[in-house]
């Protein structure tokens, strides 16, 4: 990518009340260990790279990466490994849970198949770990492969986004939740009320992986920590069909505590929190990919699936 390049793009830094507003609550999740420094949980130290700081124009060209703006400040953090504590992740308070999630989809390149299965599988998880009235997944997902795979570039696929980001601000989150509603005729009347979107991924080449996703518990990010960013989408050198999406890139804070699951399998389910109506809760969580220094030079490339779907409460 390229750094440096101005692109005349209005960013603004995220208000004082973007990400949490129960600092109280933050105060207490560190002091009474939360972020498990002593919990002895197994701890991994890998690249995270984050925005560098102060940066207020950053833009991504998911298909014209050459025109992007985005200087990194690439940090080594500690990673803890919480697969042996997940059921002390909650989605309510870290935003992070990892759920059982049988999957019987055989060909994800085989979308029209695969969403059958697939879309209904997931809504029925997301029901039973929320609780939510109604569940829409998105239509659509991102199928991505490590870069040391035979597969890597593969049409129809990605590649493992290593930079921590957050999908989308308070002014995109509430744009992608009536997106998913569609024509739903009920859809005025679901807006109106709670609503939370969830990131969803799931592993789909066997463990370990080499290029887990890597969380950040929300009770240690901080709202100034939010950068509002722009990624943009559509065909290459088609500025006509591109289309913008406003997300949070991340500034270093040597508070942030990063966690992840080793060893995730396609029967189980990362689900996080990307957004949510009520501004009370703990509502960002950053990720993104890393290499394990843990998995060894045999661990096969990383292949997985991430969606996103939004869950109505009233
Ligand atoms: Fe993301």
């Known amino acids: 990518m390229a750094a440096g390049r101005p692109w005349g793009v209005i960013a603004v830094r995220a208000p004082a009340s973007y990400c949490y507003d ?148 308070d002014l995109s989150g509430p744009i992608a939740a009536r997106q998913m509603l569609g024509d739903d005729p009920d859809a005025d009347r679901l807006m109106q009320g709670h609503f939370a979107i969830y990131n969803l991924w799931k592993a789909i080449s066997e463990p370990p992986l080499d290029t887990p996703l890597a969380v950040c518990d929300a009770t240690s990010v901080a709202a100034e920590d939010l950068m509002i960013s722009y990624v943009v989408l559509g065909p290459p050198q088609d500025p006509a069909k591109e289309f913008k999406l406003q997300t949070n890139m991340v500034q270093h804070n040597p508070r942030h505590r990063w966690v992840y699951f080793s060893g995730m399998n396609r029967d189980e389910l990362l689900m996080f929190r990307g957004y949510d109506s009520d501004t009370a809760r703990f509502r960002r969580v950053p990720h993104t990919a890393f290499d394990d220094p843990s998995s060894g030079p045999d661990a096969p490339p990383r292949e997985s699936i991430d969606i996103r779907c939004v869950a109505f409460f009233d």
Not at 68 to 75: A, F, I, K, R
Not at 126 to 132: E, I, L, N, W, Y
Request: glycine letters at 8%; one cysteine or more; proline letters at 5%.
């Open 22 to 169: 129960r600092v109280p609550d933050v105060e207490d999740a560190l002091a009474d260990g939360a972020r498990g420094g002593a919990a002895g949980l197994r701890t991994v130290q890998a690249e995270i790279n984050y925005l560098e700081t102060g940066v207020t124009d950053s833009i991504w060209y998911a298909a014209d990466s050459w025109r992007s703006h985005m200087p990194l400040n690439p940090q080594i953090m500690p990673i803890q490994d919480v697969r042996s504590v997940r059921d002390q992740m909650s989605l309510d308070r870290e935003g992070v849970h990892l759920a059982d999630a049988h999957c019987a989809v055989k060909d994800f390149l085989d979308r029209e198949a695969a969403a059958e299965v697939f879309i209904p599988e997931l809504e029925e998880v997301v029901r039973g770990v929320t609780g939510a009235k109604k569940v829409v997944v998105g239509p659509m997902w991102v199928h991505r492969h490590s870069d040391r795979s035979e597969r890597f570039g593969e049409a129809g696929t990605t590649y493992p986004g290593r930079y921590a980001h957050v999908d989308y601000s």
